[in-house]
């Protein structure tokens, strides 16, 4: 017997197990961590979000919930796209 295990991967009608993070809720609590240590201005970098990008964008929302729950004003300047690299550059 093979068993399968999906990583990272939510399909639809998938019947494998799956692991997948959280990643709004992880963001969310990074981001509320430093807030509350004291730190006002979070920046977020971020590489290109594309149309399939669930990661980031998940990723990039929780950052700005917990921004929004602190009261901290949304500072364009602190959301950072970094550039996109090639494959296998870092």
């Known amino acids: ?3 399968s295990c999906c ?3 939510e399909l ?3 019947r494998f197990a799956e692991v997948v993070a959280d990643n ?3 963001s969310r609590q990074m981001t509320r961590h430093l807030i509350d240590l004291g730190h ?3 920046a977020f970098a971020f590489h290109p979000l594309h149309e399939r990008d669930f990661v980031g964008a998940e990723r990039l929302a ?3 919930k917990a921004m929004a729950e ?3 004003t949304k500072q364009a300047s602190l959301l950072l ?3 996109e690299f090639g494959e296998g550059q870092y």
């Open 1 to 3: 017997m093979c068993r």
């Open 7 to 9: 990583f990272e991967q």
């Open 12 to 14: 639809p009608g998938n």
């Open 24 to 26: 709004f809720a992880a």
């Open 40 to 42: 006002k201005r979070i």
């Open 62 to 64: 929780g950052f700005k």
């Open 70 to 72: 602190a009261g901290l």
């Open 81 to 83: 796209e970094a550039c």
